[in-house]
């Protein structure tokens, strides 16, 4: 019997002017937000994938489809609630989330702890269990013109 499962998860969006920026399940001041079906939190998004992806249930995508009216414009910490009872419904409870964020503008440094409380609070973990990191990439590449932000999302979870 398998006790631990990793999962990895990855997910972008575009930046556009006047769209709110959400990102851990907070509201981040910004002029720039994130293009999406929902409400654009990339962090949350890819974290869903890493904990779907451990245990073989696919992405977000088909779980929450983009072409569904239902998932239109939803808060994203309903889409992690909904995950993480598919994660316990099979047994599984989450050791520990590495999530770090790439986003050249605003600084997230000031966010940090309140998406660690956040995102912990909806996996029902410690915060000690979860680590959230932001990096800029140097102005390199899409995250460094502003004109998108990265998420990558790594997750252990144990039975």
Request: charged share 20%.
């Given at each position: 019997?398998?006790d631990?499962r990793?999962?990895?998860?990855?997910?972008?969006?575009?930046?556009?002017?006047?769209?709110?920026?959400?990102?851990?399940?907070?509201?981040?001041?910004?002029?720039?937000?994130?293009?999406?079906?929902?409400?654009?939190?990339?962090?949350?998004?890819?974290?869903?994938?890493?904990?779907?992806?451990?245990?073989?249930?696919?992405?977000i995508?088909?779980?929450?489809p983009?072409?569904?009216?239902?998932?239109?414009?939803?808060?994203?910490?309903?889409?992690?609630?909904?995950?993480?009872?598919?994660?316990?419904?099979?047994?599984w409870?989450?050791?520990?989330?590495?999530?770090?964020?790439?986003?050249?503008?605003?600084?997230l440094?000031?966010?940090?702890?309140?998406?660690?409380?956040?995102?912990s609070?909806?996996?029902?973990?410690?915060?000690?269990?979860?680590s959230?990191?932001?990096?800029?990439?140097?102005?390199?590449g899409?995250v460094?013109?502003?004109?998108?932000?990265e998420?990558?999302?790594?997750?252990?979870?144990?039975?």
């Open positions: 019997m398998e631990f990793i999962g990895n998860g990855y997910d972008v969006h575009a930046l556009e002017p006047g769209l709110p920026l959400f990102l851990g399940g907070i509201r981040i001041e910004s002029h720039l937000g994130c293009v999406a079906h929902s409400d654009g939190d990339v962090a949350i998004h890819a974290l869903c994938d890493a904990l779907l992806g451990a245990l073989a249930l696919g992405d995508g088909k779980h929450f983009d072409t569904s009216e239902e998932f239109k414009g939803i808060d994203s910490k309903i889409l992690l609630q909904r995950t993480m009872k598919l994660v316990k419904g099979l047994g409870q989450v050791g520990n989330a590495d999530i770090t964020i790439a986003l050249q503008s605003p600084k440094s000031p966010y940090i702890t309140r998406m660690r409380e956040t995102l609070s909806l996996m029902e973990v410690q915060m000690t269990s979860v959230v990191k932001a990096t800029t990439t140097e102005r390199l899409f460094g013109r502003c004109e998108g932000c998420v990558f999302a790594t997750v252990l979870l144990k039975k």
